[in-house]
């Protein structure tokens, strides 16, 4: 891969229960293991941050194929669930929903563009074959 960028982040303490701040030290955040899980829910958790990430990019990847297909979006947004539970053989597994909102589209023209999105997204190719990851087009 030729790489046009590179971010970095350190985790310290205790892993879930740690804090972790990229280099740049743009972004920094005390992580705590959520309620759900037994824990104390008061910080940010990993899943959090793939959520917020997996949206961002996702949208960005939306807006380039709508460009590329000269369609405007309008006002949308990509909204992103991620789940973490037992694989059943002593680990964990993600499984991710997004959901895409283009009120200025029928549904089947906004999903066509949120299926060609997930081809080219970074982080739908990380994911892809790995855990399930599905895009549904939803109303405002």
């Known amino acids: 891969m030729n790489a046009m960028y590179t971010a970095e982040a350190l ?11 990229t280099k740049d030290g743009s972004l920094q955040f005390d992580l705590a293991v959520p309620k759900e899980m037994g824990g104390s ?6 899943e959090q941050l793939f959520a917020a990430g997996y949206a961002a990019c996702f949208h960005s990847a939306l807006q380039m194929v709508a460009r590329q297909q000269k ?10 669930r991620v789940q973490i539970g037992d694989n059943g053989a002593g680990g ?9 909102i283009i009120p200025e589209l029928e549904h089947d023209a906004a999903q066509e563009l949120a ?12 994911t892809r074959g790995n855990i399930e ?8």
Not at 11 to 21: C, K, L, Y
Not at 133 to 140: I, K, P, Q
Request: aromatic share 4%; hydrophobic share 45%.
């Open 92 to 100: 964990f597994t993600l499984a991710v929903q997004l959901e895409v």
């Open 11 to 21: 985790a310290q303490g205790a892993g879930r229960n740690g804090s972790v701040a």
């Open 41 to 46: 829910g008061d910080g940010a958790n990993p």
């Open 115 to 126: 299926d060609a999105a997930h081809q080219v997204c970074p982080y739908s190719n990380a």
């Open 71 to 80: 369609v405007s979006l309008g006002d949308s947004a990509v909204g992103a």
């Open 133 to 140: 990851v599905t895009v549904t087009v939803v109303e405002d």
